[in-house]
Nanobody, 128 residues
Framework: QVQLVESGGELVQAGGSLRLSCAASGRTFSSYAMGWFRQAPGKEREFVAAVSRSGGNTIYADSVKGRFTISRDNAKNTVYLQMNSLKPEDTAVYYC?????????????????????WGQGTQVTVSS
């Protein structure tokens, strides 16, 4: 069982920056690949970024490439999402997720079905 708690979401103006954090419980954090997803009102939850268990591999959705950066600090059981050049279309609830599927390999999953645990989400609102 893994518990995830996101934080850092807030109201920010377009063009601004924000860093989200996701704190994980337990001592098995380094065994999980981690991902960020987001969901806007009336839309499906979509993939944003993911990082492999040791941080050696990262992937991003095309919509955020060059603007967002995912990273992790296994010593602190925390994964981050640095968001720069924010746009109004980035407005959504952002969810942190953990995947135990690739506990050996440096794989960063992008499918929702590959994740086992989810946080409660944190609201990010980007004003124009």
């Amino acid at each position: 069982q893994v518990q995830l708690v996101e934080s850092g979401g807030e109201l920010v103006q377009a063009g601004g920056s924000l860093r989200l954090s996701c704190a994980a419980s337990g001592r098995t954090f380094s065994s999980y690949a981690m991902g960020w997803f987001r969901q806007a009102p009336g839309k499906e939850r979509e993939f944003v970024a993911a990082v492999s268990r040791s941080g050696g591999n990262t992937i991003y959705a095309d919509s955020v490439k060059g603007r967002f950066t995912i990273s992790r600090d296994n010593a602190k059981n925390t994964v981050y999402l640095q968001m720069n050049s924010l746009k109004p279309e980035d407005t959504a609830v952002y969810y942190c997720a953990a995947s135990g599927k690739y506990h050996i390999f440096e794989v960063a999953p992008r499918r929702l079905s590959e994740y086992d645990y989810w946080g409660q989400g944190t609201q990010v609102t980007v004003s124009s």
